[in-house]
């Protein structure tokens, strides 16, 4: 299974909305995870299930979407959520295949 | 947490153990996961072991030269790369599988193995 995600880079204002998307190529239920990557740390868990957070996550943070169609939406972005997000799915691991990767950066 | 170590400079065709060191949950309850990044890269999955070890996988990219193994005593979990190309040149994350999901709820910082002569 592929998952595909876009666009590759998304420039957003501080205290605007960031909409992520992560497509698979075959329907993976709501077996999908969002992480979060900054450079040099490790890569911290956002969303688990298409839409539940993971503990401690803020609720400016949520996911949707079921089958192959799913969305991270970052409400009102702070300047610590500007990093890297990959979705991955887990339907049948391993393996596990994440997508290649959205950097959202500072506009 | 979880703390990698172990990663350095290899020559092309040498060998590295990278260990990833558990605490703070029960690890022998754990199946555990390696990802790799390469340079300017996305994420990987390398590999995975069972909680005691009566599964494991591997990427087809490693399978034959990478052996994942685990100590539950020492709550540490290891990866083994053989035959190494600059193709794995790469940060390796150890991370866990989550009990409730099975996405990955636990990552260390990582450790970067570098293949270069």
């Known amino acids: 299974i592929l998952m595909t995600q876009s666009p590759a880079t998304l420039s957003v204002s501080p205290g605007d909305r960031a909409t992520l998307s992560c497509r698979a190529s075959?329907?993976?239920?709501?077996?999908l995870a969002w992480y979060q990557h900054k450079p040099g740390q490790a890569p911290r868990l956002l969303i688990h299930g298409a839409s539940t957070r993971a503990t401690g996550i803020p609720d400016r943070f949520s996911g949707s979407g079921s089958g192959t169609d799913f969305t991270l939406t970052i409400s009102s972005l702070q300047s610590e959520d500007f990093a890297v997000y990959y979705c991955q799915h887990y339907i049948n691991w391993p393996p596990y295949s994440f997508g290649q990767g959205t950097k959202l950066e500072i506009k | 947490q979880l703390v990698e170590s172990g990663g350095g400079l290899v020559k092309p065709g040498g060998s590295v153990r990278l260990s990833c060191e558990a605490s703070?949950?029960?690890?022998?309850?754990?199946?555990m996961n390696w990802v790799r990044q390469a340079p300017g890269k996305g994420l990987e999955w390398v590999s995975s072991?069972?909680?005691?070890?009566?599964?494991?996988y591997y990427a087809d990219s490693v399978r034959g030269r990478f052996t994942i193994s685990r100590d539950n005593a020492k709550n540490s979990l290891f990866l083994q790369l053989d035959r190494l190309s600059a193709e794995d040149t790469a940060v390796y994350f150890c991370?866990?599988?989550?009990?409730?999901?099975?996405?990955?709820?636990?990552w260390g910082q990582g450790t970067l193995v570098t293949v270069s002569s």
């Open positions: 991370a866990r599988v989550s009990r409730t999901s099975a996405a990955l709820d636990l």
């Open positions: 072991i069972g909680p005691i070890s009566t599964y494991i």
């Open positions: 703070g949950f029960l690890f022998k309850n754990a199946s």
């Open positions: 075959q329907s993976i239920n709501t077996n």
